[in-house]
C-alpha cells in the first residue's frame, strides 16, 4: 500500500491445502498453528521448528493461568473503552463546533435583522435557540 504499510491477506484453508504439498514453507507452518494449535502436524512442526514450539508452550501458559487470563480480557476490554471514548470525543467535539458555528451565524444574521423564519430555515436552528442570542 505504501512504502511503510504492507498487508496480506491469507485465507487458512488455502494455506493449508498448500502446507500438504509444502511442509517446509515455514509461513504454511505457522497457517497450520494458527488454524489450530493443537493439531498432531503442529506437534510434528514443533520438532523441527523452535519459534512454533515456543509459541505453542507460551498460548498453553497463559490458557492455563486465570490470572493472566483476565489481565488479558481487562486490558483489552480498557483498549475498546477508550476506543470509545475518543470516538464520543471526536464525535461531540465535531457537533458542538458545529452548533457554534450556527450559533455565530445566526447572530450576525440577527445583527442584519433578517427574519428569524429564515434565520431558522438556514440555520437549522430552533427558534428557542434563536431567542437565546438576541
Known amino acids: 500500500m505504501t ?31 494458527l488454524e489450530n494449535p493443537e493439531n498432531r502436524e503442529v506437534a510434528k512442526i514443533m520438532e523441527n521448528n523452535e519459534n512454533i514450539k515456543e509459541a505453542k508452550e507460551e498460548l498453553d501458559k497463559i490458557s492455563q493461568d486465570d490470572i493472566l487470563r483476565r489481565m488479558a480480557l481487562k486490558a483489552e476490554i480498557q483498549r475498546m473503552d477508550q476506543e470509545e471514548l475518543m470516538y464520543e470525543a471526536r464525535r461531540d467535539g465535531k457537533i458542538e463546533g458545529e452548533q457554534k458555528a450556527k450559533l455565530e451565524v445566526a ?18 436552528l430552533s427558534k428557542e435557540e434563536i431567542m437565546k442570542i438576541k
Open 3 to 33: 512504502p511503510y504499510l504492507q498487508i496480506d491477506i491469507i485465507e487458512l484453508p488455502k494455506a493449508i491445502k498448500e502446507y500438504e504439498r509444502n511442509r517446509k514453507n515455514e509461513m504454511l507452518q505457522w497457517m497450520m498453528f
Open 107 to 124: 447572530k450576525k444574521m440577527l445583527k442584519e435583522k433578517i427574519e428569524i423564519d429564515i434565520i431558522i430555515r438556514i440555520t437549522g
